[in-house]
């Protein structure tokens, strides 16, 4: 027997009750507040959450309590302010607070048409981020790109295969002790690595506006032989097939230079990286749009282009800026691009270091700290024209996936 939480006025809480017992479910408890009931779900764990879509009984500790859980949240609305706070958490299971239980029912038990577009098991999608030395914002780039495709409803890996300088896990407040994707190379070296175990090694970066699962970096770059280009092929490969996308976020050397060892058996230590990019169905490559990010770059995008295959390759030149451009700086980087390294069409982002900073400080994501940036809304834009199918993903919630017990 299904059991439910309830979290709302006195006046609709009686009648809401009263039609859970006829329909065969277990009323699990009843709170008088968002926080009261965030603190209830790990205790009581109950299969659904009724609530109403007010201040007072939603709030964002709730959503992201109830995703740890894998609890699924129904909320009901009275008036369009109350739909759009709903919708501004990531919550779109909705109903009108005069809703007939079938309804209700239905946004319960899910949505089977949603799902088949959202989570049937398919060949994921894998991409690459990469970008020349000189922090042009690699990991601050494969971050925004898993937050925003969770967000449009896309279940989402984001793995550190960078040997040199790993730091997915503190730029999101996240343990690094026991390396996630070296950990998964090694189960995939043993044909051992399943969608189980790397729900088991990875971590969960838990948000009301979609949850992604974390596979961090080796904490010490001498562990570096762990990560070989087979092993990493083959965890890549497993990774297909537990989620929709694969975020990569790779070192910047492409250099081959340790094939001149005697050894040609011998681990490479830029093997991971190029494993990767040669792995991958998309790669982004990421430079600074100032003069030297620019020079820097379309040096180093030689090197890129004799890797791999031009055709999946975008450009996205990051921290935009008229202080360090000139006057039309957008036009300007489009210019330098086509004109020194034949490159078309390159997604230009905005600096905004207030927005990168407070994610840093708070080890979040930007499209949780400052949503509005400009820097988030041109990543948003590239992820709906130019990654996710048209037309996009129905956009719902990322819920831990519990057996649902209909009642008898």
Request: proline share 5%; charged share 20%; with cysteine.
């Amino acid at each position: 027997m299904s059991t439910i939480a309830l979290a709302l006025p006195r006046e609709l809480e009686d009648s809401i009750a009263l039609q859970l017992v006829h329909q065969g479910f277990e009323l699990s408890v009843r709170c008088s507040c968002a926080d009261e009931l965030a603190s209830q779900l790990a205790k009581t764990a109950p299969d659904f959450v009724i609530l109403a879509a007010s201040t007072r009984y939603l709030n964002n500790r709730l959503m992201v309590e109830a995703d740890a859980a894998g609890v699924r949240i129904v909320a009901l609305v009275a008036t369009d302010t109350e739909r759009r706070y709903a919708s501004s958490l990531g919550l779109l299971e909705v109903a009108a607070i005069d809703a007939g239980w079938p309804e209700i029912e239905t946004l319960l038990l899910g949505h089977p048409d949603a799902e088949d577009v959202v989570a049937q098991p398919r060949n994921g999608t894998v991409i690459a981020v990469w970008g020349p030395a000189g922090a042009p914002g690699r990991t601050s780039m494969a971050i925004c790109l898993a937050a925003e495709l969770s967000a449009n409803g896309a279940t989402v890996a984001l793995a550190d295969v960078d040997t040199h300088s790993g730091s997915i896990a503190p730029a999101l407040g996240l343990l690094d002790e026991a390396p996630g994707f070296a950990a998964a190379c090694r189960l995939a070296g043993a044909d051992a690595l399943t969608g189980l175990e790397l729900e088991r090694i990875g971590q969960r970066y838990l948000t009301a506006r979609g949850s992604f699962w974390v596979l961090t970096g080796i904490g010490r770059p001498s562990r570096w032989p762990e990560l070989s280009g087979e092993r990493v092929t083959a965890a890549i490969a497993s990774c297909r097939e537990w989620v929709d996308y694969t975020i990569l976020d790779t070192g910047a050397s492409l250099e081959n230079d340790e094939e001149i060892s005697s050894d040609l058996f011998a681990p490479r230590r830029n093997g991971a990286t190029i494993a990767a990019l040669r792995s991958a169905n998309e790669v982004v490559a990421v430079g600074t749009a100032d003069p030297v990010g620019i020079s820097r770059f379309l040096r180093a995008h030689v090197d890129l282009v004799e890797t791999i295959d031009t055709d999946r390759v975008t450009v996205l030149m990051n921290k935009l800026r008229a202080s360090a451009i000139g006057p039309g700086a957008s036009g300007q980087v489009r210019q330098t691009l086509q004109r020194f390294g034949g490159i078309a069409n390159p997604v230009l982002v905005p600096h905004d270091q207030a927005a990168f900073d407070g994610a840093i400080l708070t080890g979040r994501t930007i499209l949780d700290v400052a949503p509005k940036s400009p820097a988030a809304i041109a990543v948003a834009a590239f992820v709906r024209e130019r990654i996710l199918p048209q037309p996009a993903l129905v956009r719902r919630r990322n819920w831990l996936h519990r057996p649902i017990v209909l009642p008898a």
